[in-house]
């Protein structure tokens, strides 16, 4: 009786099981990296409905993060201006500009402008962003540089490990409590500040909570 | 593994039963109690019924399917932030604003701090500020800011059924104004629920002006007004008895519930409690003592030193005993002593019992007290009035207080004018009255006889329904007003968001009325504090901020009265003992714990909140005591008793539902029907029943539950009645009762001392329980003060380290550096101690931590499987002092023991070290967290607790509602609905909404710790001043509690107040033998018989203790003989 598999069939297992491998490998791989807020948040820049340039008003204007954040160092919550606050300057200036329109509408008629919500922490997750500026840590370890953004993007990926890694090492995030705000500060020396952050750490007991119920309740 | 849970591990042969017993089934040891005690979460939980292979691969594809369709949307849902226009002042986006009012009463208005976030109120506190409350309030109080969003309340007003507008509303009162205007009100009446707000007695002053012949009447559903009408009557004038317990050493209470259901009991309950704090040795002696005399099991009762059982209505002739006794020591008039003997001749008590009870009342002149209750007839009260003056009380204990000038017709009196047709417009303000008017009144005709009926009302209810015009109420959280608490403080009622539906204001229908030029509720408030307590709008802004004006209290008044005067009023009444027997049963018609005179009968969470002696939920019962259970033919002896009578042998415990025999109870040819319960510490020829169940127009919460007993209250008979008939019927009823969960088998639990013991030895706390004599355990550390084991966690020469919590963690280098390891300040840990010499197990932090936590309800259905989900429970124990008697009778008068349990965050926690994925673990403050995006819901921690704390998610209580529970995803979401989103509105933003298949249990109010955390590190910016001050942290339950029961702080700071009160021989820990180490520990109990009273012998050490020493095969370290 003739073969009913040809030899080449010998290779099938093993080919098989290469095969498999890769897909594992590589499905294993492609969870990884897309599945993970590295890629499904960086980058994420939508459109607001408001052109808002935070480029614009702190880098070439000199607005300070406060100006308009004004309880981000009093609440858990940076709150986004009401309008009244833009209409602080911009019933001065550029007070028709047609890109207005939008908050002088909301300003005169009470109905919020609907911005879009850029970062989302899930719902488990208790952040307060008063300790943190409170207590020397910048925006700009989390949002990145948003005053050179003409349009806000993600910029960290704001995952549980991306907050550990700052927790585990409190000392690679804080920087002189007056320079919090200033997102454009580099240390002068960076080896002098590496020690001037480890003495903060231990002079101001910064022992940034690692347990459960820091930040979930 | 054999779970053991026996006192004596050595002897099976020895008496096991248990010494505490928490329900009579339990008690009774049936087998099916056994195995269903052994068992955590008995039904369903862990078979899965009907999974085959071919259902998990429908399951499985279907969700793959769906899987499928999710990927392309996977992209995240676009959220939008939407700031305000103009922020309002004093907001600041995700911080808490607080508001000061007060919740409403008929006596009092209690002052409150409510906690709104983005202006929804969510939770509610006592204001700290006013010193006789101290910030505490009561479960109801609590409860109340679920009524505001309650999804049944009435949202617009209604003609008929129609529903009409607001400017209908308005017109409709000026078309009333408009036709009586020209009678002077002849043929207005209005009906109205008694208040203490000045600006609604200024108005009705205004209101009885310009209708000079309108009938204004007020009704409330339990009449609480005696000790006001006998003040009245022998003082002639307004006046007020008002009790300072604080600083009465020996009390005695005739049928007075004054810590829970009397007015004012929030001050008298936090009074009492300040004379039975126990700090120190010394402390004992100076304790007050309390003897109580009731007919129900109360609270009070509970909480006496000596307890009588006298029916209610025996006890005013029980009063004459008293004061004629208390005439005879003082050297009174010996006339007047024999007239009450005459006429009190009769009853037939233990004479020595009052005798000795006198003399130490006597002994403590000006210290002591006498209390009636408010429901006793005017008789018992005037008695009770001469008993303190005789006793030196007055301007000491008591104060007779000066009530504002304010005259109302009764319901009886409004009735007999619609009778007679004199009425041709009735309005009625709040109540309920076709539901709650007395029933000899028949008010549900009389109603109809009157050509136009107006009812303003929260709920469309039994009354509405027949009235012409129903107007929609505001809640008192949306509405302006004012009152004044028990003492007569001004406090305000101040709305903090604007009503949610179309809601008018009491204020605003009485100022319309009165057709005053304006009717801005505020401005009426500001008018009545402009012209009766001289503040200014300045001031007024201070009130608000303040939450009541200090130095607005009633102003005391002597008094001067002799026996003369009380022999005169005595003389035209009986106060003769009823003559009570099986067939002449007394029935005491009580305010229910639940729905109160059946307004919270709504109320999802004093539905679900365990009566405080009962233990029954959804339901009220008529409660027979054990003599009557006899009488009935449940056999109560040999092991054969019965528990809402089906007999041993049949099953009659299905893990929550007690199975309880339907009976019907008459008096004078009226019959209501309901489930019995037989209920220990009854007075034995009285039924006790509670009012406010069996509504017929009722929201989707109350609907179907309980029955109604209004129909036995007669208008000359609100609170007692006499010659009652009960028979059994042949039906069953499933009542929920969660007494006998969790169940935790007698033994050292909760240890009660006696004064006289703690003076002699104050260690006898720590001489109980199996850990006293298991040197092992603590090893070389065992002499270590508790508070100091607590701390420290000691390794007792071990080969085990423990762990320090406060430790760094060793993965942060900076900290890994031995230099910078010794600057290092360690986290705060958190511990709480609860003094059961105090707690009164009123359930106020049951109910306040279900609003602070959010925490579900779970409906009648789920909590007959076990499944409530109560943080903290309140653990009642009933004991006789024989184990051996216990087991084959039941007790008439058994002691009742309470205890508060939550999780006690065990330092050595069970639970912990059988989660499989890490979803219960420490962290740095010592506490027991829960990760609930861990959980996977295998229960295991549950079953590993020994304290039986945990909390499971069956189903999504939340999302679904209770009925569709088992519809899983197909049933509707809640959060969908319009009614689910209104409920949704309370929920406390910070603390997570747990979902099905989730464990959950007390974390120590985590979110406020971890916000009082981020305010102190706030405030230390770049120093390292980083521990919150004591004091400031407060958790829920320890701010609702009216005895200050619960202290909460830093165990590792010596000076916090947690620490010094731990810091007491009396304290222990539950189960401490097993090494758990909890940071919850509690104080041992002291009760203070009297050596001269006639029942000594047997109380002279507390049941628990003489029961706890009965089982111990014999005394080890010769620590436990002594004291026998």
Redesign the interface.
Known sequence: MANLFPKRSNAVPLKLIIALLILGVSAVAAVTYYFTPKY??VG?M?TQPVPYDHYLHVEQLGLDCRFCHS?V?????A???????CMNCHSQVKSDSPLLAEVRS??E?????????VH?MP??V?F?H??HV???VSCVECHGNVNEMVEVWHDQPLSMAFCLDCH????TGIRP?DQVYNLNWTPENAAEHAKWA?E??????V?P??????C?? | MKTDLKQSPTEDNLPSGPAYWRSLDEWAEKPEFKNWLHREFPQGASESEGVNRRNFFKIMAASFAVAGLGAAGCRRPEHYILPYHKQPEGTIPGNPVFFSTSFPGAKDNLPLVVETHGHRPTHIEGNRDYAPYGGSISAFVSASILNLYDPDRMAASYRGSRRISRERVRDLINELVDTFGATGGQGLAILAEPSTSPTRARLVRQLKEKFPRMIWAEYSAVDQDNPERAAEEVFGARLRPHYSLAKAKRVLSLDADFVSSEPGSNAMARGFAQGRKVRNQADAGQMSRLYSVESNMTLTGSMADHRLRLSSSQITAFTALVAAKVIEATGGDAALARFLRDRASGLSIDQTWIDACVEDLLEHRGQSLVIAGSHLPKEAHVLSLFINRLLGAEGQTVRYLELPDHSAASITELASAIDSGRVESLVILGGNPVYNAPADLNWKQLQKQVSQVIRYGYYFDETSIDAHYSIAATHYLESWSDGRTFEGAYVPVQPMILPLFEGFQEIEILSRLADSDKHDTYDHVLETFRSEFGGSEAGFKKLLSEGFLAGSEYPPRSVEFGAGRVRSLLSRSSIAAAELNANALEVRLVPDSHSGDGSFNNNGWMQECPDPVTKLTWDNAIMISPAMAKHLGFDTKSGEFLIGGIAKTSSNFHRGSEISRVAELTIDGVTVTGPIHIQPGLADWTVVVSLGYGRRNVGRVGKGTGFDVYPLVKSDARAVRTGGRLSLTNREFKLANTQAHWSIEGRAILREGSASQHLEDSEWAQKMGMESHSPPIYGTDKDMPLHEKVLKTPRGGSAFDHPDFADPAPNVRVWNDPENRKKFIPDQQWGMSIDLNTCIGCNACVVACQSENNIPIVGKEQIMRGREMHWIRLDRYYSSGDVESNRNEIPSDPQVSLMPVGCLHCERAPCEQVCPVNATVHDSQGLNVMAYNRCVGTRYCANNCPYKVRRFNFFDYNKRSSDEFYKGPLGENLYKTEGGQLVSMQRNPNVTVRMRGVMEKCTYCVQRIQQARIAQKVKAKDSNDIHIPDGVLRVACQNACPTEAIVFGDVSNPESAVSKSKDNDRDYSLLGYLNTRPRTTYLARVRNPNPQMPDYERIRYPHTQREYKSVQPQPINGGHSAHH
């Open positions: 499904t948040r994420y939508p309880y160092d009093q609440s858990a919550h709150n986004v201006p009401d309008a009244a606050t909301s300003y008629s009470g109905e919020a402008i609907e911005w879009v919500r989302k719902d488990h208790f307060d008063s300790v409170n207590r020397g585990r090492a409190p000392e409590m480890e903060a750490v231990v002079n101001w007991n022992n909570p690692q347990s459960c119920s820091g979930h309740r």
